[in-house]
């Protein structure tokens, strides 16, 4: 079956600092591939994505590309900020001609701290 | 436009009885699926309606689940006989071919089983 493992948290960072949470996947075939963040007190909401492989996925100075040979979507920034503090998801979705469907598989979550 | 929206927000209920969840998913999304986040699991998929059909309910954990969606719209997550492990944070999502089954989440239904 698919499965998502991330590192380990939590992480804590100093604000400016370089920020990498890997993630890499098993599945079958080709499927999308998303992180997901939680800030604190709120819903889900979708960071990126990428839909096949070398996609990079950007958004709010955060990126992570597709990497199909070594099966990873590793969460990247170059300088944290206070409000990058959240709870972070790597997530995979079955893939069909371009479309993700159906479920998500999460990885466990990483828990980023960053101090002023 | 409005999000994804659920009720309750948080739900205490005595071991034994039953609950309801509600779900409303973002006008038009034809997707809808039900999560489930608790500390020791994680977040674990429940199920996938397309439309009123559920193609995927693989992730139930017992016969104590069970979920409809009426309309292609609302959907109820119904937990029978509960029991304390049922005690997480309910997750709803929906999604449309459309913005490519990019799922928006809802805020969640805390459940607490005493």
């Known amino acids: 079956g698919n499965s998502v493992t991330q590192m380990e948290g939590p992480v804590t960072l100093s604000e400016e600092a370089f920020l990498t949470i890997n993630c890499t996947y098993t599945a079958t075939g080709y499927p999308s591939l998303f992180w997901y963040v939680q800030y604190p007190g709120e819903g889900l909401q979708l960071l990126l994505k990428a839909t096949k492989a070398d996609d990079k996925g950007s958004n709010k100075g955060f990126e992570a590309t597709y990497r199909k040979e070594t099966t990873s979507f590793h969460l990247e920034k170059g300088s944290v900020q206070v409000s990058d503090s959240a709870v972070y998801f790597c997530a995979l979705s079955p893939n069909a001609g371009g479309t993700s469907y159906g479920k998500l598989t999460f990885g466990q979550g990483t828990i980023l701290t960053v101090h002023p | ?114």
């Not at chain 2, 409303?24 to 489930?36: C, K, M, N």
């Not at chain 2, 104590?64 to 709803?92: H, K």
């Open chain 2, 1 to 114: 436009g409005a999000g994804v929206s659920q009720s309750p927000s948080n739900k205490v209920t005595e071991k034994g009885k039953d609950v309801e969840l509600r779900c409303d998913p973002i006008s038009g999304h034809t997707a809808l699926y039900w999560y489930r986040q608790s500390l020791g699991q994680g977040l674990e998929f429940l199920i996938y309606f397309q439309g009123n059909s559920a193609p995927d309910k693989s992730g139930l954990p017992s016969d104590r689940f069970s979920a409809e969606r009426t309309g292609g719209s609302v959907s109820t997550l119904t937990i029978q006989r509960t029991q304390q492990e049922d005690s997480a944070v309910y997750l709803c999502a929906s999604s449309t071919p459309g913005q490519g089954y990019e799922q928006y989440f809802g805020p969640g239904t805390r459940l607490t089983v005493t």
